[in-house]
């Protein structure tokens, strides 16, 4: 997706979710600043990529034998979490899902792009192992829980949108 962004100039987030502070998060949170907010908005966004990341590895598992392709890690597929910061203002109001939800109305474009976050190589183990147990972790898995909580504990790092391109080159 993040190198669509770049080639297409605009990124239109899956099924319209994104993630933003709302009044329903600002609620749901007795004391915090809107950066402290945007930082649990984050962490919600950065969750709905392992989310991602799974959908994506089970229609790669469902197309190919991994055996076959010479590509393919040694250890099994490596997973970085994304998450593209952005400026946009008409968004719905999602409280049904989650406090922090809301649903975009167009693509975003590039210009509006704020920032993107991406897990550094020291992640990609717990991030990988995340990705496997995400929908336990939904189901309320305490042990898929915890091997959640290991990959969320790495921070994302940042980047300014215009280092995208550059940035991708070296993944």
Same mark, same amino acid.
């Given at each position: 997706? !993040?190198?669509? !962004?770049?080639?297409?100039?605009?990124?239109?987030?899956?099924? $319209?979710?994104?993630? &933003?502070?709302?009044?329903?998060?600002?609620?749901?949170?007795?004391?915090? $600043?809107?950066?402290?907010?945007?930082?649990?908005?984050?962490?919600? =966004?950065?969750? =709905?990529?392992?989310?991602?990341? %799974?959908?994506? *590895? +089970?229609?790669?598992?469902?197309?190919?034998?991994?055996?076959?392709?010479?590509?393919?890690? @040694? +250890?099994? @597929?490596?997973?970085?979490? #994304?998450?593209?910061? %952005?400026?946009?203002?008409? %968004?719905?109001?999602?409280?049904? !899902?989650?406090?922090?939800?809301?649903?975009? +109305? #167009? @693509?975003?474009?590039?210009?509006?792009? &704020?920032?993107?976050?991406?897990?550094? #190589?020291? =992640?990609?183990?717990?991030? +990988?192992? #995340?990705?496997?147990?995400?929908?336990? =972790?939904?189901?309320?898995? @305490?042990?898929?829980?915890?091997?959640?909580?290991?990959?969320?504990?790495? *921070?994302?790092?940042?980047?300014?949108? *215009?280092?995208?391109?550059?940035?991708?080159?070296?993944?």
């Amino acid at each position: 997706m !993040l190198r669509e !962004l770049v080639t297409d100039r605009e990124i239109r987030a899956l099924n $319209d979710t994104a993630f &933003a502070v709302t009044p329903a998060l600002r609620e749901a949170y007795a004391s915090g $600043d809107d950066e402290e907010l945007a930082e649990v908005a984050m962490a919600e =966004a950065a969750r =709905a990529s392992l989310r991602l990341l %799974a959908d994506a *590895q +089970s229609l790669v598992d469902g197309e190919t034998d991994s055996d076959d392709d010479e590509t393919a890690h @040694p +250890s099994g @597929p490596v997973f970085r979490r #994304a998450v593209i910061a %952005a400026d946009v203002d008409d %968004a719905t109001l999602r409280p049904d !899902l989650d406090d922090a939800v809301v649903r975009l +109305s #167009a @693509p975003i474009p590039y210009d509006r792009i &704020a920032s993107v976050h991406v897990d550094l #190589a020291e =992640a990609e183990a717990e991030v +990988s192992k #995340a990705v496997d147990v995400i929908d336990a =972790a939904d189901m309320g898995d @305490p042990d898929a829980e915890f091997v959640l909580g290991d990959a969320e504990d790495h *921070q994302l790092a940042w980047y300014a949108a *215009q280092e995208l391109p550059f940035l991708l080159d070296l993944l």
